[in-house]
């Protein structure tokens, strides 16, 4: 599920004629070779996809502490999933997504951190 890290990364294109675009006016070459852009999710990492984002941005707490996003409720992620047709392979898609999201957002508030 490399394409987890490229669909939250705010710095990325939305689609390949976008990057080629910007490439062009850097005057540098696209970077095709290392893009983890898919070239079309399957129907079902879509669909998890789409409760994810759901439940990221309705289900989400977050530590009140440091603001830290915390991983999401295995009810809600249950609630939502068991709409699914394969409720079982959504919720386990959808865990997968939140982990590598969460590792993405942590490494992000390291590194920004970091640079303070």
Known sequence: MRWVGWAVSPSRP?????????????????????????????AQNQK?????????????????????????????????CGKSGDPDGMEWRVLLIDSKILEYRREQRRREASKK
């Open 14 to 42: 939305t689609n390949c004629e976008q990057c080629r675009r910007i490439a062009k006016a850097n005057r540098k070459r696209p970077h095709c070779d290392t893009c983890q852009r898919p070239p079309r999710l399957s």
């Open 48 to 80: 998890a996809w789409e409760l994810w984002s759901l439940l990221d941005t309705h289900g989400r707490e977050f530590d009140t502490m440091g603001g830290n996003p915390l991983p999401l409720r295995l009810e809600a992620i249950e609630v939502e």
